[in-house]
């Protein structure tokens, strides 16, 4: 027998409406199939067919023993409040302490995967199939066409184009951006967005 221990990535889904799953997939779908998913509330047939067909990992959790610790859902048009349950851990390097800040001068060229647990500033595209995973705080003066995650007490953001950019378990709406930075931080219900002047 071999065991090995992973480190995964997970998104957890409270389906209380099929029609809103659906749409919330058909917009999110490039971003979830990284991630395990984990189902609670009304998972039909149809949502079942639905993510074998797209090649989407899930599992239905509703009698669950592990503890998720999930928020009540909020009851508005904005993204969805998702929990990340667990976080991969960055390779080490001897030579730059794990809190240092990263900064990048030049793109974050599609297939590469930068992890960090300090903050990271970059000022040049991340290409689409780019990630970028932050636990510090993040700042991203260019086009993001790949996927960031930000798990610090702020994130500055121009513009977000093919891509996505999580903050704090907060899907970053891209209509909310016009092309200036912004400055977003933490609030009760969700991010905060303010222009940065």
Same mark, same amino acid.
């Given at each position: 027998?071999?065991?090995?221990?992973?480190?995964?990535?997970?998104?957890?889904?409270t389906?209380e409406?099929?029609?809103?799953?659906?749409?919330?997939?058909?917009?999110?779908?490039?971003?979830?199939?990284?991630?395990?998913l984990?189902?609670?509330?009304?998972?039909?047939?149809?949502?079942?067919?639905?993510?074998n067909?797209?090649?989407?990992?899930?599992?239905?959790?509703?009698?669950?023993?592990?503890?998720?610790?999930?928020?009540?859902?909020?009851q508005?048009t904005?993204?969805?409040?998702?929990?990340?349950?667990?976080?991969?851990?960055?390779?080490?390097?001897?030579?730059?302490?794990?809190?240092?800040?990263?900064?990048f001068?030049?793109?974050?060229?599609?297939?590469?995967?930068?992890?960090?647990k300090?903050?990271?500033?970059?000022f040049?595209?991340?290409?689409? #199939?780019?990630k970028?995973?932050?636990?510090?705080?993040?700042?991203?003066?260019?086009?993001?066409?790949?996927?960031?995650?930000?798990? #610090?007490?702020?994130?500055?953001?121009?513009?977000? #184009?093919? #891509?996505?950019?999580?903050?704090?378990g907060?899907?970053?709406?891209?209509?909310?951006?016009?092309?200036?930075l912004?400055?977003?931080?933490?609030?009760?219900?969700?991010?905060?967005m303010?222009?940065?002047?």
């Open positions: 027998m071999q065991a090995k221990q992973k480190n995964i990535r997970v998104f957890v889904l389906i409406d099929e029609t809103e799953f659906f749409t919330y997939m058909e917009k999110n779908l490039i971003l979830l199939k990284e991630y395990l984990l189902l609670q509330g009304t998972v039909t047939s149809n949502i079942t067919d639905y993510l067909e797209k090649g989407c990992c899930y599992k239905v959790v509703d009698n669950c023993p592990i503890k998720l610790d999930l928020k009540e859902p909020k508005e904005t993204p969805q409040k998702i929990e990340i349950v667990h976080y991969v851990q960055e390779e080490e390097h001897p030579t730059t302490p794990a809190s240092a800040t990263k900064t001068y030049t793109p974050i060229r599609s297939g590469m995967v930068v992890e960090h300090g903050d990271i500033t970059v040049g595209r991340i290409n689409s #199939g780019a970028l995973l932050c636990e510090g705080n993040l700042s991203v003066y260019s086009m993001i066409d790949g996927v960031v995650e930000c798990e #610090g007490e702020y994130l500055i953001l121009k513009e977000i #184009g093919k #891509g996505y950019a999580i903050f704090n907060d899907i970053i709406n891209k209509e909310q951006l016009d092309g200036k912004k400055y977003i931080t933490k609030g009760e219900e969700g991010y905060i303010k222009d940065l002047t």
